[in-house]
């Protein structure tokens, strides 16, 4: 299953640049493809990480930052992502499928990688859980977070998972983007992390 993921992944890319470089497609509508291409492969992956534990439905919900959040996919892309669960007593499960779905999507097999992931966007970083409850992130980018990781927001949005947690996602980041801010210094950090 891994490797006929692997597949279709490549023969979806295959098929995408050919229109491209044919001029079938401008490179705004071959960005929207590349992005939603993106987003029904992590559909698949969700699918068959479910499976593989019995799940009826995702426990995370899978936020897109950076080219995926903007729809702005390009080739050779990373997925730039945070995986967010309901609560922490939710977080031991959210934890494990996180790690199935990265094997899913991340690990190299003969036909190389779904896609190459970056969770780097979570508030620790490199290190820790890669899977964040709710109550965690929203106090993290209301009480800790600076500006560029608001920055980083802009674009980001649910693109697969868990629905409820994603709707719940979506009222965290209105709240942390429309707070109100000392204007010159939100320039100022902008201007810093350019």
């Known amino acids: 299953r891994l490797e006929n993921l692997r597949r279709l992944a490549n023969e979806e890319l295959y098929l995408r640049f050919s229109h491209f470089f044919e001029s079938q497609l401008g490179p705004v509508a071959f960005q929207q493809q590349l992005t939603g291409l993106a987003e029904s492969l992590l559909q698949a992956a969700i699918r068959v990480a479910c499976e593989e534990m019995g799940l009826a439905e995702s426990p995370i919900a899978v936020i897109g930052f950076g080219k995926l959040g903007a729809q702005g996919m390009m080739p050779k892309s990373d997925l730039d992502l945070v995986y967010l669960c309901d609560t922490m007593q939710s977080h031991a499960l959210a934890s494990k499928f996180a790690s199935r779905l990265n094997t899913v999507i991340n690990t ?3 036909e190389g990688r779904v896609y190459e992931l970056d969770t780097r966007l979570r508030p620790s970083g490199q290190s820790g859980s890669v899977t964040i409850s709710l109550t965690s992130y929203e106090q993290h980018q209301h009480e800790r977070a600076f500006s560029w990781s ?6 980001a949005r649910f693109v697969a998972g868990n629905t409820e947690v994603g709707i719940k ?3 965290i980041k209105r709240s942390v983007l429309s707070r109100p801010r ?5 320039k100022n950090d902008c201007a810093k992390n350019v």
């Open 150 to 155: 608001h920055l980083a927001m802009v674009p």
């Open 182 to 186: 000392n204007i010159r210094q939100f």
């Open 108 to 110: 190299p097999m003969r």
């Open 169 to 171: 996602f979506a009222e």
